[in-house]
């Protein structure tokens, strides 16, 4: 077990409505990063957080957004949900200056269903 | 282009037997982590090994290992002594950069595997 706890675990939207999602790191990890994994595929990497601010973001839309609070957690929110955006999310934590192999560590995620 | 390739989509190993899963990387920067990474059902993507692009040897924890050919860009994962609990989905991934960048990974399509007793 990682530490890294996602909520909620499971559910179900329809398109059009807005999403949020809740991670919460492992203790002294600095960096939140989230990953869509759709599936039969392998995680896409959606953005990174550090220090409260996001520093790093692969391909995905404006409506895809995040925050990190003081405490290092995290939220993932997505607007206007498309048929498309039905996945895993995954929520990994890791820590910069850390061990050279710089682990992430993940959480079990949370499936969306976009109807 | 930054990619990880594996090309086998699934394999089946009798249970006590190694097994060799595939992977191979693509990137211009000199300086990359590789990783693999296990996914049970339950979708929590558990870290297997590490290899850096600078270590000299290759990495290995327990029952695993990495086979890591840099001339020809490929990072197997050699596991001995497959167990029932092996079973899974498998995926090879890659860090290319610095430290700001410890939280972005490049996954490949991942490969499952089955034990059989």
């Known amino acids: 077990e990682t530490g890294v706890t996602q909520s909620p675990t499971h559910l179900i939207k329809t398109r059009g409505q807005q999403v949020t999602l809740r991670c919460s790191s492992q203790s002294g990890h600095n960096t939140v990063s989230w990953y869509q994994q759709a599936l039969g595929q392998g995680p896409q990497f959606i953005f990174q957080?550090?220090?409260?601010?996001?520093?790093g973001r692969g391909n995905f839309p404006p409506r895809f957004s995040g925050l990190q609070f003081p405490n290092y957690s995290s939220e993932l929110n997505v607007n206007a949900l498309e048929l498309d955006d039905s996945a895993l999310y995954l929520c990994?934590?890791?820590?910069?200056?850390?061990?050279?192999?710089?682990?992430?560590?993940f959480g079990e995620g949370s499936r969306l269903t976009v109807l | 282009a930054q990619k990880i390739t594996q090309t086998q989509p699934g394999m089946f190993v009798q249970e006590k037997e190694a097994v060799t899963l595939d992977c191979t990387y693509d990137t211009s920067d000199p300086s990359y982590g590789l990783f693999w990474y296990k996914q049970p059902s339950s979708g929590e993507m558990i870290f297997l090994i590490y290899q850096g692009s600078y270590d000299q040897q290759n990495a290995t924890e327990g029952r695993y290992s990495l086979n890591f050919q840099k001339a020809r860009k490929s990072a197997n994962l050699v596991i001995s002594a497959s167990q029932l609990g092996d079973s899974a989905m498998y995926f090879c991934a890659m860090r290319v950069g610095g430290s700001s960048n410890t939280g972005k990974l490049i996954f490949g399509q991942g490969t499952t595997l089955q034990v059989k007793p």
């Open positions: 957080y550090y220090r409260e601010e996001e520093n």
């Open positions: 990994a934590s890791s820590l910069v200056g850390g061990a050279v192999t710089g682990e992430l560590f």
